[in-house]
C-alpha cells in the first residue's frame, strides 16, 4: 500500500479544520487533533489521524452524541464518577485527566473514573497529561468486546489498555499497552497484507487456535465468537490468565468503579458505552519528588546499559521508542496510507472542507 | 517425591511454635503464620510454610535482621514511606497494609511503601486484608532479580507480582501474579523432576532461549547471566516488553517511590532489601460500596457463564481457585513434600523443638 508523508504542522491545521466542521468548538478541536496526532508522532497509526474517519461515521450513525454534555454525578475532595452521556472521548478524558491532576496537585491523589463514553484515542496520552506535570500519570479504558477470556470462546473484554507514565531524565516512563497479547489493528494490517497470523494470537468462534485473520475480524464484527488471546496465551502454562488478569484490572478502574457498561455490554447496536480511568499521583506523597525522580533515572539508566542478549544491540526503557519515533516523524512527516487520504477526501466533499488547501495534491489519489 | 497431608490446625500451632523459637514475640509469630499458611490453603506450596526453612537461614546468615525494628521515614495522611531496616517481611507488611487500610477509611486512599525489607510472602495476603475491610486492596513487591529484560541477557527484575483483591460476590475477586512468565518456584520443580522446561520460559546466560533447568538456577543464583523471561515473552511479537512494563510498574511503587533497592542491588551478598507497596482504595469514592459490589458481582458470573472453549468445562475469575483450593485442604491437609519435613527437622532439632509433639511420627523420615 502506498504511503505519503505529510507535514506535522499541516495535518494539525487539516485535522483542526474537519473537527470544527463536524461541529466542535475551537477548543475541542484543538484537544482532539492533539490526541490523534500525538498518536501519529508515537508511530500508532491505528490510533492517529485516520481515526477522523471512523469518527465522522460514528457521529452519522448517532453512536458519539454531538448535542450531549458530561456530567459529574459524583464527586470527592479525591475522586469523581463522570457520566459522558455518550459524548466524543477525548474532551472528556482531556477534562477528568486536568480535573485528576488538579486533585492530586492539591491533596495528592486524583481518581476519576467515567461511564457512557466513546473511544478516546491512546490511554497513554492522558497518563502523560499527568506526567508533564511531575506527577505519575495512569489511564484505563475498556473497549468493544475483543478479549477471549482464559478457556472461553466468546469475547468478554475489551484490548482494555494500561497506561502509566513517570516523570525521568532523560525520557520519561511512558508505558501503554493493550492487555491482549496485540491489538486488533495489528490484526488487521495481517489482514490487508493477506498473511496468516502467527499462532497464538487469536481464537476462532470454537475457541480453538486459529491464524485466519479475515475469519476473526469478521467473527469480531458480528459477535460470532472468538476474538484476540490475552497477554501471555491461551492457556495458564505461558500466563493467559494473567494477561485476563489485568483486562480484569482496567475494567475495575474503568466501568466497575464508574458502574458504567462492561465491555461486553458496549457497542451494541448503535450505542457505544466506552468508559476510562483516569489517576494522577503527586510522588511528593512519598518524598521529594525530585530525589524520586533521580533515583528512577539512575534504575532506567541501568537497565538501558545492562548487557544485551546475543544479537541484540539495544535495551529500551518504555517511552523511549516514542521519544525517538517522534523525532523522526517531526522531521519526516506524519506517514498516512493511500486508502486513509482516499475516505478523508470523500468525508471532505461531503463536509465542504478544502482538503488539498491544507494536504496540497497527491498523485496516488 | 512423597508427600503427607497435615491437618491445617496442626501446622499452625507448629509454625507457631518455631516461630516463636527464633525469637518472635506471640502476635509476630502469629502474623507470619497467617501469611504462609494461607499461601499453602491456596495451593502455593513454595510461598508456605515450607519457607519456614529458608527464613532460619537468612535469619542465621543474617539478611533478617531480628534486632531491628521498622522506622515510618515519610507520613501525610494518604501515605508513607517506611524503612524496615532489613527485618523480616510480613511483619511490616501486616503493619503497612493496617495504616494503609485506616488511610482509606479515614480518607479514601491510602499508600505505603516499603524500603530495605526482605521476602513477605505472597504479595495477595496484603491485598485481601484490604478487601476483607471491603477496600479495593493492592499490592506489589520486588524481589531478587531474576526477570531479563526484553533483549537483555542480565536479569535486572524481580519477579515482582502485582495483587489486586476487590469485593464480589459470591466470591471475591482476588489477582495475584508475577510479571514473569512463570516463578521461579515453577522451574525448582522442573528441576527437582529433571524435566526440560517449556520453550519460552527462560534464557541462558548468554540471553539465548533454554530449557535447562539446573543450568537457569545455577547461574541466577550466581548472577552469571540469564533468568525467567517476562509474562509475553522473548520477543515484542508476543508482548514481552508488556510483561516487562508491568515488572516496572511493580517497582515503580515499591522500590521507587519508597527510594529503596530496586531488585537488581538487592540480595547481594547478606543484605536482602526487597521493597513492597500496599494500597488500599475505599471504593466510596467512587459510589455505593454495595452498588459497585453488585456491578462487578454481576459481570464475574458473565464471565464464569460465558461460552467455553471446544474441550473446556469452566471459565474461572480470578480468586475461584483459591476459595475452592482452601476449602478442599482445609479438608484434607496442606500437602508437605518429604524434603521439606526432613529439613523442618533438623531446624527443630537445632532450636529444641518437639516436631512430633505437633505433627506426630511420619514413616518416610
Given at each position: 500500500m502506498a504511503y505519503v508523508k505529510i507535514p506535522y504542522t499541516k495535518m494539525k491545521d487539516f485535522s483542526h479544520a474537519v473537527f470544527s466542521k463536524f461541529g466542535f468548538t475551537e477548543e475541542e478541536s484543538a484537544i482532539i487533533t492533539d490526541v490523534l496526532l500525538t498518536s501519529d508522532l508515537y508511530g500508532i497509526e491505528s490510533h492517529g489521524v485516520q481515526r477522523m474517519v471512523l469518527y465522522y461515521k460514528t457521529i452519522k450513525n448517532g453512536?458519539?452524541?454531538?448535542?450531549s454534555h458530561w456530567e459529574i454525578v459524583h464527586e470527592t475532595p479525591l475522586s469523581a464518577v463522570i457520566d459522558n452521556h455518550f459524548g466524543v472521548g477525548q474532551l472528556v478524558g482531556h477534562f477528568a485527566m486536568t480535573k485528576a491532576i488538579e486533585k492530586a496537585k492539591e491533596h495528592g491523589i486524583g481518581m476519576i473514573s467515567v461511564r457512557n463514553s466513546n473511544h478516546y484515542g491512546i490511554a497513554g496520552y492522558y497518563a502523560k497529561m499527568a506526567c508533564d506535570e511531575g506527577l505519575i500519570g495512569i489511564s484505563t479504558t475498556n473497549s468493544e468486546a475483543i478479549m477471549v477470556p482464559t478457556y472461553g470462546r466468546l469475547a468478554m473484554l475489551g484490548s482494555n489498555p494500561i497506561a502509566i507514565a513517570m516523570p525521568a531524565e532523560p525520557y520519561d516512563f511512558f508505558f501503554d499497552a493493550s492487555t491482549t497479547v496485540v491489538t486488533r489493528g495489528k490484526v488487521e494490517v495481517y489482514n490487508k497484507k493477506g498473511e496468516p497470523l502467527p499462532e497464538g494470537w487469536t481464537l476462532n468462534a470454537q475457541g480453538l487456535p486459529s491464524t485466519d485473520a479475515p475469519d476473526i475480524l469478521k467473527n469480531i464484527n458480528e459477535k460470532r465468537g472468538g476474538g484476540i488471546l490475552p497477554l501471555g496465551g491461551a492457556t495458564e502454562q505461558y500466563g493467559g490468565h494473567k494477561g485476563y488478569g489485568y483486562g480484569m484490572v482496567a475494567e475495575i478502574f474503568a466501568s466497575i468503579l464508574s458502574q458504567g457498561l462492561t465491555s461486553n455490554h458496549t457497542h451494541i447496536g448503535a450505542t457505544g458505552g466506552t468508559c476510562h480511568s483516569f489517576i494522577a499521583i503527586n510522588p511528593n506523597l512519598f518524598g521529594d519528588p525530585e530525589a524520586i525522580k533521580a533515583h528512577f533515572s539512575t534504575f532506567l539508566e541501568e537497565l538501558r546499559q545492562s548487557p544485551k542478549a546475543e544479537g541484540q544491540t539495544r535495551i529500551y526503557t518504555h517511552g523511549e521508542k516514542e521519544v525517538e519515533a517522534s523525532q523522526r516523524i517531526l522531521a519526516e512527516g506524519i506517514p498516512v496510507n493511500e486508502n486513509t487520504l482516499r475516505e478523508m477526501k470523500e468525508i471532505c466533499a461531503d463536509l465542504g472542507v478544502d482538503m488539498a488547501h491544507f494536504l496540497g495534491e497527491f498523485d496516488i489519489l
Open positions: 453512536r458519539i452524541h454531538m448535542d
